[in-house]
């Protein structure tokens, strides 16, 4: 009884407390040194919540405590694809389907990465797929086609990105142009590996490390290659006392959508959670980092109509094999996710990233 009384006074004495403290905090609010932004590409709500049931009732994005929605049209489509909806996020520009960082008139838009390279940053691209699709290729190079691999590839080479991991081997090495890029980036500096687990030391080499020829395989066969890489990567980037930013793309939730096939939609989600764990993880003991997770569009317009938690089983319906216009789902930690709340655009998260960084445009 003393207990509950006690609890009821401070009820009582907090409620006025709180209400002369009604102006905004922001000032005071601290900033992140790095950014962790991690994409699931076709990742809507329902993807997520798959991926929660098949893995028996949690994920570890659930520690985000902050949740947003983002707007996911792009400028030539009311769907979008993942060329304008990764550029959207990389550059702040709303653009035509199929682009890769240049606006609708196919002009170059300045990318996160390139501006956290510019401020100083430790700069890294991971990626499920080839390096060279859309998603990763968005935050790096600058072509009016997503087709444009090889060029998307060359594009690697005007920048001084510290770490990138993912497929496409192919488009580095096996060129029309007979150049041999990874010959070019050893020139440059760059460590290059074409397996993970072969990768030696070398703290002040920049790390290239395409781990397939063409896209990297789908789960179970791939591994732990994704949360592998992330673990990488991060402890590279960290030795970089300015801070760093990180682009992170589990790629084959997509591809899942696309098949409408459930299982590979559950596996991909799974392991695409296993890298937010590490990033998540990372970012606990850091202090200074910001985690990002979101996706660029939702597919297959995908709805759970069953499921059981104990067993991991989920049952589900699409309504397209293609990407569907749903809103998609923002999850947020750290330092500044506070400002990754409610309902905005997908470009707006190019924008918020700058202000959290303290980058001029
Ligand atoms: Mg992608
Ligand atoms: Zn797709």
Redesign the pocket.
């Known amino acids: 009884m003393k207990n509950i009384i006690v609890l009821s006074l401070i009820v009582i004495v907090s409620l006025p407390l709180s209400s002369c403290t009604s102006k905004k905090p922001a000032e005071t609010v601290e900033k992140p040194k790095n950014i962790i932004l991690l ?1 699931g ?2 990742m809507g709500v329902t993807q997520v919540y798959a991926g929660l049931t098949a893995n028996r009732g949690s994920l570890n994005l659930e520690k985000c405590n902050h949740v947003g929605f983002s707007k996911t049209y792009s400028a030539s489509d009311y769907i979008t694809d ?1 060329g304008a909806g ?1 550029t959207a996020l990389s550059t702040g520009v709303k653009t035509y389907n199929g682009a890769i960082g240049v606006n609708k008139d196919t002009i170059s838009q300045k990318t996160i990465l390139e501006y956290a390279e510019d401020y100083g940053l430790a700069t890294g691209l991971i ?1 499920t ?1 080839a390096i060279t ?4 290729a968005s935050f790096i190079a600058h072509q009016a086609s997503r087709n444009n691999y090889e060029a998307i590839a060359a594009d690697f080479l005007n920048t001084d990105i510290d770490v990138f991991i993912g497929g496409g081997k192919n488009h580095f090495d096996a060129r029309e142009d007979g150049r041999m890029l990874t010959d070019e980036l050893k020139a440059k500096g760059y460590r290059v590996y074409f397996n993970l687990d072969s990768v030696t030391g070398g703290n002040n080499e920049k790390l290239c490390i395409l781990t397939a020829a063409e896209h990297n395989p789908p789960q179970p066969e791939r591994g732990d290659m994704l949360s592998k890489a992330t673990v990488m990567a991060l402890q590279k980037l960290s030795d970089n006392k300015k801070g760093f930013f990180i682009m992170i ?1 589990g ?1 084959q939730i ?1 591809w899942g959508g696309h098949a409408n096939h459930t299982e590979y939609i559950t596996s991909e989600m799974i392991d695409f959670d296993k890298a937010i764990g590490k990033a998540l993880d990372f970012a606990e003991k850091d202090g200074n980092t910001l985690v990002i997770i979101t996706a ?1 569009h939702e597919t297959g317009g995908m709805a759970i109509t069953g499921g059981n938690f104990k067993e991991g089983r989920v049952e589900a319906g699409y309504v397209t094999t293609n990407h569907s216009g749903v809103m998609v789902p923002v999850f947020s930690y750290g330092p500044g996710a506070e400002n990754f709340t409610g309902i905005f655009e997908n470009t707006d998260i190019f924008n918020n990233m700058m202000k959290e960084l303290g980058f001029d445009k």
């Not at 699709?133 to 990763?136: Q, R």
């Open positions: 994409i590409d076709g993942s990764g990626s797929s699709h859309a998603t990763p793309e790629s997509d660029d």
